[in-house]
């Protein structure tokens, strides 16, 4: 049980990592109580008094110049012709709705984003935790089931190249370690789910 | 290094944060519960316009699975099955563009220098805020015309276009027309027949017997029309005049090779031929064009009944409107008033020398402008033409009774021909061929000129020009040259353009001649640059703030072509991606924060919506073309746009010849007096006698020889400094710069632009095929492939344009071009109509090996 609250803070926290960073983030970082280099690298840019540059080097990897250096969508990955919204993304958002989920209106981006897909995960690990807390293991084991098929067909499929562009391209040392951290503990994740 | 992450002590730390996630119920961001659905959502199609900057308008079906468009099908739905199917390849795969990893997704602002593509994403808000600001600080500093906005090509959606005019009306900012900016104006056809520019539509090549081609290549960029100029072979005889053994020549039944910008010697050389044999329509040049009227020897100029004693009293009798002159003829025996408003029948005499007592009592001799038609092709002989164009005497002699004989004759003037500095003259030259055989007016016979998407085919004032403001209407090629004349249609700004907004075009590669553009970006010169597009163009890329708009498969509008005579919907097939907006929309929230009066956008309708008003509101105010034409009728498929030919087949002049009605017919959005003037007789005008007319000696076309008044004159040692001939041409897999990012296009291209060369010239430089090269001159260079083409006309070098500068190693192809400007093109100003003209083939290179980079 813990192991998987461990899983589903985690995912949550990494979701939130891939949006826009903001001045709540960085406080939510810094008030860990871990020696993580994530946060280390958040107080450092709380120190230096404002998250613009964090902003430009999200703009730089994830919003555009006219190529991303790191496009966060799975499809890019995932697809021949380096598409947008590709069959896979219609998988994705085959997998979301299985499990009683749709894109939220205001979000803008394609469904196959990384902050999306790390939310699904800790969506499913959080509906696992609720079961198991009412005994119904049954519905535990099909969250689960559902996470491992996610994140054998997508997440997994994907995250490796993505976090490898984004060490190689990030300019700053959270954005790296950002990527590092998701690629190392999705790696993990993938094992433990298949153990 | 510390930034080793180990991933005990990392979730250790975590899991503190984790029991506040657990607590609560799910604090989800992204994505919501929705309902159980079924997976199996049945697929929908929906039915739009593939709209780039070409004459396609190619009716596409999207199919759209689960929100997303899966497949796009040729519509195949006109009701006449000779237009069926149409679409190619590049609207085939424009779903790579829609998905493509280049779309623009968000609002973004400016970080990094210019050009350098850094960039941060904003809220539509903070952009649009801080876009009026800029304007507004700009409009304050130097006055609302240093603001310049180009619109490109009306014709690919009127409603969306229209909504940037009527912004720019109302803020009273300058606009450049896209036409001239383009160089798709073939300034022969205001010269001569008063019009923008006419054409056949693709069915009607069907009833033509003799075709024409100089100097377009067809089956390369009229791709679903092109099938109609192959059939016409089977009644008929294709001829095509090109210098290069381009694709087109090679379907030809009869390819004639000339040498580069001669076909003005050419064609008066077969108005020559068909003059010295008889073979001309007597009755047509009596009675649709000035060959009967009389011109003073003294003045050059025409003769004016008011001028002329015993006409002079009659002449201040009749009333004329003001765009009309009272010119003289012949006929038995006396001098007679050429009535400019009436075709009927004069029997004036084409040929004679009279002389004539003027008012002042003195005398003067005159002649028909068929005399000195006559006169002038006396140096015209098939001996003297072959030399100029190398086109053997025998093929000139023989082409020309053919195309005399064998009609209804349909003549393509090309682009890749009138985009040169005397275009004009070429296109003057060409015209006399069918002026001369009578080809106007009738089913097959006439005049195409193919370039651009441009002509609008009704009335559309009511949606373009809000009552309030002025629009200040300045030559794209006087913003780049910094200087220009007032003129009764706008003055040059006096800082000089400050502030470029663009939409639907790419100007940083497509316009950015001899480097003016990126000059001006970098130097801080244009002190504000906005671009709307659904792509990151180069345009894009050199800009402070991008507006992302959807695509053709996202949005309404409405189109029409000059291909075929179809109005047609641009219609969303899915919402707009991402955080997507329609340029109405954009002009709307840009009007208020500019305050700016909004009522004329819908302010009080959803963006569609008000998209669909406007085009309602351009079919009712569309006048004869759009009558009856309802939005349902439109939504249900192409609806044919009426014209005065039988069947509303697009038929140029057809109410001129066959109704009689003076020329010419009204050219919109301008009111019919704008271009009348042009043509003061009302009747097909070869001989121009305003006064630089005169002092070119132009005032009947004329052979010129290529770069004496450009390259020759400029810089004397680009004779022998840069040898070649510099030809941009429009590639099979681009329209335009629009698909050069397009995976699937640019497998087939090897990834690779290219640079086409003769055998000769290559060797000339010790390049091989498929080495780099690079074409330069003293304003630019580009780099390339080397190809050595059997094809390739000696003394040129090919490059076909369109590629992004990304492609180039940040080269850009337009850099090595200056804008030249004929002073012609300045003696009267209708925006887009009579205007300078861009003319791209004019320019003079050298290429040389590089290293492969």
């Not at chain 2, 200040?472 to 913003?479: A, D």
């Not at chain 2, 001159?777 to 369109?802: E, H, M, T, W």
Request: hydrophobic residues 35%; aromatic residues 10%; glycine residues 8%.
């Amino acid at each position: 049980m813990k192991h998987e609250k461990i899983r589903c803070g985690f995912y949550k926290l990494l979701s939130d990592c891939y949006h826009i960073p903001d001045e709540e983030l960085m406080k939510k970082l810094a008030g860990m109580e871990t020696a993580g280099n994530m946060r280390n690298a958040a107080r450092i840019n709380i120190e230096s008094g404002d998250v613009e540059e964090l902003i430009l080097d999200y703009s730089r990897l994830f919003v555009g110049p006219y190529q991303l250096l790191a496009p966060p969508y799975g499809s890019v990955y995932m697809e021949n012709g380096n598409t947008v919204i590709g069959n896979s993304t219609l998988d994705a958002v085959k997998l979301y709705r299985d499990a009683g989920l749709e894109i939220s209106g205001n979000f803008k981006q394609p469904p196959d984003h990384i902050a999306v897909e790390l939310e699904f995960m800790y969506y499913l690990i959080l509906k696992e935790l609720e079961a198991v807390e009412k005994s119904d293991y049954d519905t535990a084991s099909a969250y689960l089931e559902q996470q491992k098929v996610f994140i054998k067909r997508h997440l997994g499929v994907w995250l490796p190249e993505f976090a490898e562009r984004v060490e190689k391209e990030a300019q700053t040392r959270f954005y790296r370690d950002i990527a590092k951290s998701t690629k190392e503990f999705v790696e993990e994740d993938i094992r433990y789910l298949e153990g | 290094m510390d930034s080793k992450l180990t991933r005990r002590n990392f979730l250790k730390g975590v899991g503190t944060a984790v029991v506040l996630a657990g607590t609560g119920a799910p604090q989800l961001k992204l994505l919501k519960s929705g309902k159980a659905q079924e997976n199996s959502v049945k697929p929908i199609f929906v039915r739009s316009t593939c709209s780039p900057n070409d004459t396609g308008a190619c009716g596409y079906v999207a199919r759209v699975d689960d929100g997303r468009i899966s497949t796009l099908i040729q519509a195949a739905d006109y009701p006449e099955e000779d237009y069926n199917p149409r679409g190619c390849l590049k609207g085939l795969s424009f779903i790579n563009l829609i998905y493509g990893k280049d779309r623009l997704k968000y609002p973004l602002i400016r970080t990094g220098p210019r050009g350098s593509g850094e960039f941060r994403k904003a809220s539509w808000d903070e952009a649009l805020d801080y876009t009026a600001g800029k304007l507004k600080e700009i409009a304050n500093k130097y006055g609302p015309e240093a603001i310049g906005v180009t619109v490109q090509v009306a014709g690919t959606g009127f409603v969306q276009k229209g909504a940037l005019v009527g912004l720019t009306k109302l803020a009273s900012w300058t606009i450049h027309h896209g036409y001239d900016q383009n160089g798709d104006l073939p300034m022969f056809w205001p010269m001569t027949f008063g019009v923008q520019s006419e054409e056949l539509e693709s069915l009607e090549w069907l009833n033509s017997r003799y075709t024409m081609v100089f100097g377009s290549n067809m089956l390369q960029t009229r791709l679903p029309d092109v099938k109609q100029l192959i059939k016409s072979k089977n009644k008929g005889k294709l001829v095509v005049i090109d210098p290069d053994y381009c694709i087109t020549a090679s379907r030809a039944d009869e390819w004639v090779s000339l040498k580069a910008d001669t076909d003005a010697a050419l064609a008066l050389g077969m108005s020559k031929i068909i003059i010295d044999k008889k073979l001309y329509d007597e009755q047509f040049l009596q009675d649709f064009t000035d060959m009967p009227i009389l011109v003073r020897e003294d003045t050059g100029k025409r003769l004016l009944a008011k001028d002329v004693k015993e006409l002079s009293g009659k002449a201040r009798t009749m009333e004329i409107p003001a765009y009309r002159e009272l010119f003289v003829f012949h006929n038995e025996n006396k001098f007679a008033i050429l009535n400019p408003e009436s075709l009927q029948s004069t029997n004036a005499e084409l040929k004679g020398e009279y002389t004539v007592e003027l008012t002042d009592g003195s005398s003067v001799k005159v002649k028909t402008v068929f005399e000195k038609l006559i006169e002038q092709l006396k140096d015209y002989t098939p001996g003297r033409v072959s030399a100029i164009t190398g086109v053997p005497e025998e093929q000139i002699r023989r082409i020309a009774v053919e195309a005399a004989t064998n009609g209804p004759l349909h003549l393509v003037y090309g682009a890749s021909n009138y985009q040169w500095y005397h275009g004009d003259l070429k296109g003057r030259a060409i015209a006399l061929i069918g002026i001369l055989t009578g080809n106007f007016g009738k089913s097959g016979a006439g005049i195409s000129t193919l370039a651009g998407q441009y002509r609008i085919r009704s009335d559309v004032t009511k949606w373009w020009y809000p009552k309030e403001g002025k629009l200040n209407w300045v030559p794209y090629l006087h913003f780049l040259k910094g200087k220009g004349k007032t003129t009764p249609y706008g003055k040059f700004p006096e800082s000089g353009i400050k502030a470029m907004i663009s939409g639907w075009g790419n100007p940083f590669d497509q316009h950015n001649m001899a480097n003016i553009l990126r000059d001006r970006a970098t130097s801080g010169e244009l002190e504000f640059i906005l671009t709307m597009d659904f792509s990151m163009t180069t345009s894009a890329q050199w800009s402070d703030v991008i507006f992302p708009v959807p695509t053709w498969y996202e949005k309404f509008d409405i189109t029409a072509t000059v291909l075929h005579p179809y109005l047609q919907l641009q219609q969303p097939a899915i919402k707009p991606l991402f955080e997507t907006r329609t340029e109405l929309w954009i002009v709307r929230e840009l009007a208020k924060r500019l305050d700016l009066p909004v009522d004329h956008f819908y302010p009080e309708l959803g963006e569609n919506e008000a998209a669909v008003k406007a085009t309602e509101l351009l079919l009712e105010t569309g006048g004869f073309e759009t009558r009856n034409i309802t939005f349902d009728m439109v939504k249900k498929g192409p609806v044919r746009l009426h014209s005065r030919a039988p069947n509303d087949r697009q038929i140029p002049f057809y109410e001129q010849i066959h109704d009689r009605v003076p020329f010419p017919p009204r050219s919109y959005p301008v009111p019919l007096e704008a271009t009348a003037q042009f043509l003061k007789s009302g009747r097909i005008e070869l001989y121009k006698d305003e006064e630089l007319f005169i002092e070119e000696g132009e005032q009947l076309p004329v052979y010129k020889e290529t770069f004496l008044e450009t390259e020759y004159k400029q810089d004397p040692a680009s004779r022998e400094k840069y040898p070649l001939h510099y030809i941009t041409k429009n590639s099979l897999y681009r329209v335009h710069s629009t698909h050069s990012n397009n995976p699937w296009l640019n497998e087939l291209q090897g990834d690779m632009p290219k640079v086409y060369l003769n055998a000769e010239e290559a060797k000339l430089r010790s390049i091989e095929h498929g080495d780099m090269v690079e074409i330069y001159n003293n304003r630019g260079k580009v780099q390339g492939q080397a190809v050595i083409d059997p094809g390739s006309l000696k003394g040129s070098c090919y490059f076909y344009q369109g590629w992004w500068s990304r492609y180039l190693g940040g080269g850009s192809y337009n850099s090595l071009i200056e804008p030249w400007i004929k002073p012609l093109h300045e003696i009267y100003f209708v925006p887009g109509i009579w205007s300078p003209t861009t003319a791209w083939n004019e320019c003079l290179v050298n290429v040389r090996k590089v290293n492969k980079s």
